[in-house]
């Protein structure tokens, strides 16, 4: 079965961090881009950042570049995003996904991306 699984969101004081993971079954990520997204209640879904697995090019919206650090580990088949001095506009449920092509130009458009995770909470909070 193809599937991404999230985890390692939580509850958190501003200014801490948070390693989310992202980790593939049923086909190998190094053919694939992994995009990271997050919804906030009442918000639309934000594409935050994007790797392409096989060569390690990175991608990041202006939002969350300097704390935000994406990565990939192709021997555990996971990829992750490292979230540093967390604010609480942070605070959101935030999904991982895959492209079978490059992050490219649209990398935090959803519509690129084929296969989803089922998310994990993030809340920022003094």
């Known amino acids: 079965q193809v599937q991404l699984v999230e985890s390692g969101g939580g509850l958190v004081q501003p200014g801490e961090s948070l390693r989310l993971s992202c980790g593939a079954s049923g086909f190998s990520l190094q053919w694939y881009s992994i995009g990271w997204f997050r919804q906030a209640p009442g918000k639309e879904r934000e594409g935050i950042s994007c790797?392409?697995?096989?060569?390690?090019?990175?991608y990041y919206v202006e939002s969350v570049k300097g704390r935000f650090t994406i990565s990939s580990d192709r021997a555990k088949n996971t990829a992750y995003l490292q979230l540093n001095n967390l604010k609480s506009e942070d605070t959101a449920t935030y999904y991982c996904?895959?492209?079978?092509?490059?992050?490219?130009?649209?990398?935090?458009?959803?519509?690129?991306?084929?296969?989803w995770g089922q998310g994990t909470q993030v809340t920022v909070s003094p």
């Open positions: 996904a895959a492209n079978g092509g490059h992050c490219g130009d649209f990398f935090d458009d959803a519509n690129e991306y084929e296969i």
């Open positions: 790797i392409v697995i096989r060569d390690g090019s990175q």
